[in-house]
């Protein structure tokens, strides 16, 4: 299947905000209450078949010209289908204040260390999660580093075994 | 609670787990001989048997995401050697061709030759430091020798191309740095040479090996359904029966038009995915002597007439004063500047001036050369992909290396992502391990190739 026909698979199938094709890759945006359904159709249908998560990540749109006031951060899925040799991106917002995403762990385990990357870089928390601690950081670590108020200058101690 | 006594704990009889023996928590890392850069493995033992891993990561951390928004486009390429340290051509031709993505550019037939002969090349070191790695840690010290040495060769090939044996930089938004020196073609030749003689030599010395076969037949393997599902790709994918490979799969540079082979293996076993990474290495060779063969654009240096000319002989001549017939004729004289003189760069970037340094002669040679190197240095100024996203994906050595690139339209990336390829191993290592021997631990992880450049980041 082609980009234009997975996003108008998934259109049919379930709500989404938007979708785009931006330099050929098939987006598809999706409220956050929408998104385990659309993981979930699009791991287990048929047609779709997107059984590798290959990647996810988030990003951070605090200064991003024009999007200074929307949700501030992004949290974006790359799947791919072994069997249809076929990509797509799924992508949902959420704000600050309420920076909760439901975990996809329970649809492919490669969530797993992702999430805590995710959660560990930018602060947002995965709900359903079975072990969200930071992956790359140390625990006593103070912020996420990725966000962009986060200044690159900050040191922070390094922290050694527990006492 | 009544404290256990040595006599109990030696007999098992301790009253601490109710299974009348105790479970031994060792902890492997972060520094230790085997673990290939800093890792931590700790493990709860029954007798020899992992009964249950905890893999923690992240002691490498150099925030290359966050240094990557820090610069321009291209300031971020010497981050990406130290990526993949082992294969760091792969992680620049990557990470170009994500931005390339994002402008919209297609780099020239030459340069995609150029860059899927030094990922070849790299593909091959990269298998040759884990196979020899692994062997070296199951006692066979002389392959790691071998192999070694025949990487060396594959380094001084890279080092004529590039300048550098590691820290190579050598990719480019919209091309690469230089061109390919004189006489590559048939240096690569005796190199090959040399490695396929190694690879015969490993072949003999553990393909057959009964102490080998013990320690990797069998051992660390991982179903085909749980190995799609962590997202493993690479020779760990394709050594349980997945013939999945970025170069195939989704083709980029000129890999469409290259003949080659995906070996697959069926029992995802640490000796399976030795056997994939084994003919991995000759089908790089292959697609190698593919490419030289094919890849538009002859000698750099020629004379008047157009016949290709030794540029030795050209300083030669040019000492003795017979310029005559040579005026109006590009030239190689510094070794400092090789395959970076006007021809030899135009052949292998875009013509893009928005994203192209422009050749030293044109930018010495001409005002418009000169703003044109300002415009594309200067603070502020530089490469500007429109606003949007892109995620591109190589065939990195250990599986799908991506780049996701997000543009807010200023000449610094808003959000780098690297994908890379070892995290999900990595994430799946404890299912490899636990319900093994202690002492298996160290094939299976030999086997994953961690790289903590790409791993932490």
Redesign the interface.
Known sequence: MDGAAVLDAIRQRADVVETHA????A?VVVTREALPRVLALCRDEPALAF?????L?A??YL???GREDGPRFEV?Y?LYS?AH?H?V?VKTRVDEDDAVVPSAVGL???A???EREVWD?FGVRFSGHPNLV?????EEFVGH??RKD?P?ERRQPLIGPAQ | MAETTRREFMLGEGSGTGSGSQNLHVGMGPAHPAMHGIIRITTELDGETIVKADVEIGYLHRAFEKDCEEGGYNNAIPYTDRLNYVSPLINNFGYCAAIEKLLGIDVTERCKYIRVIMSEISRICDHLTCIGASAMELGAFTVFLYMIKAREFLWELVEDVTGARLTISYGRVGGVKADLPDGFSAKTTKAFKETREVLDEVHRLLTGNRIFLDRMVGLGALGREETIAYAITGPLLRAVGVPYDVRRAQPYDVYDRLEFEIPTQKDGDNFARYLVRMAEMEQSMRIVEQALARIPGGAINVDAAGRPIDPAAYVDLGKQGKTEGLLLVPITLSPNLQGQQRAALERVNVHDKRVVLPSKETTYGSIEGLMNHFMLIMEGSGIRPPLGEAYAAVEGANGELGFYVVSDGTDRPYRVRCRPPCLPPMAALSRMIEGGMVADLIPTFGSVNMIGGELDR
């Open positions: 931006h330099r050929g890759d987006t059984d590798m998560l290959m990647d990540t990003v951070d200064k991003y010209p974006v790359h072994l040799n990509r991106r492919w385990p490669s797993n260390w992702f870089m930071r992956l790359l950081l140390y580093p990725l986060y690159i």
